[in-house]
């Protein structure tokens, strides 16, 4: 796979790459949750910014995430969501099993040394 | 998906078309901090836009996926699918008014039958704790006996007996009593609800009676009183105080739901208010065991400890056979598993025969439907509908007929009870549970079934009509989508099933409504008109047996005396009176007959005018008071029994015996009452009457020269004994009115289930006929058009049809007989009903002629199209 090809997000991963960002910077816009993720992935992650609002709309109906119409710094409507108490826990939970998960993927795919070839 | 999120996605459903300004502002907020952001990178304003926007994507997209995120498709889909439907619905109101009615009279009928079932055989006796581990020993016991069982084992088992129902006399009215060992609460670890119930402690024998109320009495006669306990009523002569009263909806074990019991008395009681508890009674094999198993105790084991005990009560050093069998009596009636599980068997046949032909019918049409609609179907599949969709589709306008239909059934459902009420000859607080209609479960069962079914008569047909040759299809100018003709094809499996179906439901029940009708409708071979009766009990008015035997003697005399009385009988039971069970009586050489055995007095044949057409009347001497010596007895018979009994030989002078007496056949009479719902007359022998032994008391029967006086007949009857109780006064032409008028309410209730077969079996044929016609019209068009005449493409369409309805008439005919055969293997009053009326040759072959005949001329209104279809028009249609 060439070195400059965006990567396509897993599956359910946009979730947890959102609770996130929540989580590290408090309440946060749509555009700027979005920006955030690009950013700290180092704008290796593929990201139709419009596809950022079908995943806070489920945070929001599992209770993750709230949200809530406000102005931003430089005077701009905008609606902010925030993380909440319970999403706060999920995100715990989620980012040990992705932890553990990319643990064992990792090494089940590590190249063997003097392995059975 | 978890739960908040599944709960705010179906809010979001029902907000259906309301659009998301919402989510447009924020799109537009999110594309300026997007362009602001750009430009403050240094783009211009026209780059920075774009760009914005690029990186957004499109915003459609994101639209559709919050939208796909806020609802949930498949309730979408499925209210578009119902909704489509509904309208499809409204479009063909003959159509729906059809579907449903069939559905909602089949899931009706479903729901009583289901509801019978229940009661009848699975129904746990109410106001008991675990009935389960309750049994009851097939045979009565004396007393002795049950107190042997009692006393015997203290681990396995507790034990308690009872006697009856019996009847009571109160103050100048008439009740239902139990007679009850002092465990018997206990037994059954009930509660009272105010006071005491028996206890073996102070219900010891000898110490005197007291008596314990059900609830139902307690507040229907004496309206809920507070004070009850330590009242006083008057039973059979005595004064007993009440001591208790039991819960709500308790009645006692065992077979209580035909006679329910309004009061308990203790049977060790000395001087015992109940005649039945007189003289000896100990040693008389009359009380009934109950037995509460402890846990992890088998019935079988049970029997062979009983057993054991038993021999050694006899003294019997024989080691082998069962002696006692227990039956579980946890549930409302007794019943031996076998007799379960014929209950069970025949209401499941009834209930699969209804069923079965419901869907039958109902596939048919709709599969009629369907192939009207392959063109629909058609379009819909070539712009992309995968075939799963119109599925689900057409399964979706089935579950909605379906749950309309359910709803129409237990509407149906209800309306059945209400006339199941009014028939009603018994009306006690159990059977009135009953008729008072189908209960939640039975609601849910309407609907289960409701669901299954179309699951059944939707699933077929929506499978059929959507295999589709696109191509074939959508040619104009022919019906197309319908596959080749296949003589064992869904249609005529479903129209072969249906006849079936149709023709053991309308055997059955022709054979109870045509016995309905000419019922009792019909002479009963005496005239009513000035014929009043009334009963009398000396025995539970207190008197002694002599005394009553001496009165009884008396009473026709001073009874004849009334102004206005020609005739004065007695007899052992009021006259059309058909709740009393056939009782087996045996003829030398002829084997066991089932017959009504009942008592008379003197002229009782000519105080009903019923006509001694051979033979003498009983005489007075024949009349006796207690055990009858040995001797032969004179017994007269009606015509029924003389053919049942003696066949074509001349009954005058043969021998019945019954129970170790036999008689001797004095006379025949024209005497036919029929029993609720039998065809023809039952087979009933009269002996004498024996004063003595008339256990629930006397009827006096009165023939007058014109109107009757009631108010003489209780000034003689006072006359005679100042405690005479005189009760169930009536008039016996009243008494065939009630008759007659639940005779024609049960053939309302049996006729349209009957016509509901005849009619959905035609209906299916008729429209099978069409189709095959529309079918085959190439066909017959080159036929007519080779010369063929009218009448031989008739046949040629009708033969298919008739064939079916053959086939389909002689698997229902076989299925109707075997069935009415299994029912007579067991003596079940289901078996009663049908049995006469199965052997009667008239109906038997009458009814299937009368089926086929409408089945085939069903057929032929559609099939005349045939002939009328002009060759050219057929044949240019390609």
């Not at chain 2, 509904?86 to 009615?101: D, E, I, K």
């Not at chain 2, 005739?567 to 059309?576: E, F």
């Not at chain 2, 050489?589 to 009983?618: C, E, K, M, N, W």
Request: glycine share 8%; net charge positive.
């Amino acid at each position: 796979m060439p070195q400059n090809e965006k990567l396509d997000l897993l599956q359910g991963t946009l979730d947890l790459l959102v609770l996130r960002t929540l989580d590290a910077m408090g309440p946060q816009h749509g555009y700027g949750i979005a920006r955030r993720i690009e950013h700290s992935s180092g704008d290796q992650v593929l990201l139709n910014q419009g596809t950022i609002y079908a995943s806070l709309v489920r945070l929001q109906q599992r209770k993750w995430i709230s949200a809530e119409w406000g102005v931003s710094g430089n005077n701009r409507r905008a609606k902010f969501y925030s993380i909440t108490r319970s999403g706060k826990k999920r995100l715990a939970a989620e980012t040990s099993y992705w932890q553990r998960l990319t643990a064992v993927i990792g090494r089940v795919l590590a190249p063997s040394e003097g392995g059975d070839r | 998906m978890n739960l908040d999120e599944f709960w705010s996605r179906l809010r979001g459903v029902f907000r259906r078309n309301r659009p998301d300004p919402d989510f447009d502002d924020e799109i537009a907020s999110h594309l300026e901090f997007a362009k602001a952001d750009a430009i403050r990178r240094g783009l211009s304003e026209a780059e920075a836009e774009r760009l914005a926007a690029i990186q957004f994507g499109s915003t459609t997209a994101a639209r559709e996926r919050v939208w796909e995120q806020r609802r949930l498709p498949w309730i979408d889909t499925l209210l578009r699918d119902a909704q489509y439907a509904a309208r499809g619905m409204r479009r063909n109101p003959g159509f729906t008014l059809v579907t449903l009615g069939t559905l909602s009279i089949g899931i009706g009928l479903c729901s009583v039958i289901y509801s019978t079932l229940m009661w009848v055989v699975l129904r746990p006796v109410p106001g008991i704790p675990e009935p389960e581990r309750l049994a009851v020993i097939d045979r009565p016991v004396p007393y002795s006996s049950f107190e042997a069982y009692r006393e015997s084992n203290n681990t396995s088992w507790s034990a308690a007996a009872f006697l009856g129902p019996v009847p009571i006399t109160l103050g100048d009215d008439r009740a239902t009593g139990l007679l009850v060992s002092p465990e018997y609460f206990t037994t059954l670890a009930v509660q009272p609800l105010l006071g005491r119930f028996f206890d073996p402690v102070q219900e010891q024998k000898g110490t005197p009676a007291s008596v314990v109320l059900t609830e139902h009495f307690w507040r229907t006669r004496l309206r809920s009183d507070p004070q009850a306990i330590g009242r006083t009523l008057r039973i059979n002569g005595r004064t007993l105080s009440i001591v208790g009263v039991a819960q709500r909806d308790f009645y006692g074990a065992g077979a209580v739901a035909f006679s329910v019991p309004d009061l308990f008395l203790p049977a060790t009681a000395n001087p015992s208010p109940a005649p039945e508890l007189r003289d000896g009674f100990e040693n008389r094999p009359s009380f009934q065991v109950l037995l509460r198993l402890a846990t992890g105790v088998t019935i079988a084991g049970v029997e062979s400890q009983l057993d054991a005990e038993t021999r050694r009560l006899h003294h019997s050093g024989e080691n082998k056979g069962r002696l006692i069998r227990l039956f579980p009596a946890g549930s409302l009636i007794p019943l031996p598993p076998e007799g379960r599980a014929l209950f069970v068997l025949f209401y499941g046949v009834l209930m699969f025969a209804v069923l079965g032909l419901t869907c039958a019918n109902l596939g048919g049409l709709l599969l009629a439907r369907g192939a009207a609609r392959v063109p629909e179907f058609a379009i819909r599949l070539s712009i992309g509908a995968d075939r799963r969709r119109l599925v689900r589709q057409l399964l979706t306008e089935s579950a909605l007929l379906a749950v309309a239909g359910g709803a129409g059934g237990l509407l149906c459902a209800h309306a059945i009870f209400a006339i199941l009420r009014s028939i009603q000859t018994l009306s006690n607080p159990v059977l009135d549970s009953f008729t008072r209609g189908p209960d939640l479960q039975a609601a849910g069962f309407s609907f289960a079934i409701a669901i299954v079914a179309a699951a059944g008569f939707g699933l077929l047909p929506a499978l059929a009509v959507t295999r589709l040759d696109l191509t074939a299809a959508m040619k104009p100018g022919r019906i197309p989508g319908l596959p080749r003709y296949r003589p064992f094809g869904l249609r005529n499996f479903f129209v072969v099933g249906q006849v079936a179906a149709a023709m053991m439901l309308v055997l059955v029940m022709g054979f109870v409504v045509v016995g309905t009708q000419y019922g009792p409708r019909t002479d009963p071979g005496f005239d009513t008109a000035p014929v009043s009766f009334f009963s009398l009990d000396p025995a539970r008015d207190g008197l002694a047996p002599a005394e009553s035997a001496e009165l009884l003697g008396r009473l026709p005399e001073r009874l004849r005396r009334i102004p206005g009385v020609v005739i004065a009988s007695l007899a052992d039971r009021p006259p059309l009176d058909n709740t009393y069970p056939t009782t087996p009586v045996s003829v030398p050489g002829g084997g066991s007959h089932g017959v009504v055995l009942q008592s008379a007095g003197p002229a009782y044949f000519s105080a009903l005018d019923a006509r001694i057409l051979r033979g003498v009347d009983f005489q007075q001497r024949e009349m006796t008071s207690g055990p009858r010596s040995a001797g032969i007895v004179p017994a007269a018979i009606n015509q029924t029994a003389a053919s049942e009994l003696f066949g074509s030989q001349d009954p005058l002078g043969l021998r019945i015996q019954h129970d170790g007496h036999e008689y001797q056949v004095a006379a025949v009479v024209r005497y036919a009452p029929r029993a609720m719902l039998m065809g023809r007359p039952i087979a009933t022998v009269f002996v004498p009457l024996d004063t003595h032994a008339a256990a629930s008391g006397i009827t006096v029967v009165l023939r007058w020269r014109a109107s009757v006086d009631m108010a003489a007949v209780r000034r003689a009857v006072a006359d005679l004994d100042s405690r005479l109780t005189v009760f169930q006064p009536n008039t016996l032409t009243a008494a065939v009115a009630d008759l007659e008028s639940k005779a024609s309410k049960a053939a309302a209730l049996y006729t349209p289930i009957g016509l509901f077969g005849l009619v959905l079996a035609c209906l299916g044929l008729a429209g099978v006929t069409a189709q095959t016609v529309q079918r085959r019209k190439k066909e017959i068009g080159i036929r007519t058009a080779m010369g063929a005449r009218r009448s031989q493409v008739l046949r040629l369409v009708m033969g298919e049809s008739a064939a079916m309805v053959l086939v389909g008439s002689a698997i229902g005919y076989a299925a109707a007989t075997a069935f009415a055969r299994a029912l007579s293997a067991v003596a079940s009053p289901v078996a009663q009903l049908i049995a006469p009326v199965a052997s009667n040759w008239a109906l038997t072959a009458g009814v299937p002629s009368l089926l086929i005949a409408l089945a085939i001329a069903s057929c032929y209104l559609p099939a005349r199209r045939s002939a009328g279809i002009d060759p050219l028009n057929a044949l240019r249609e390609e």
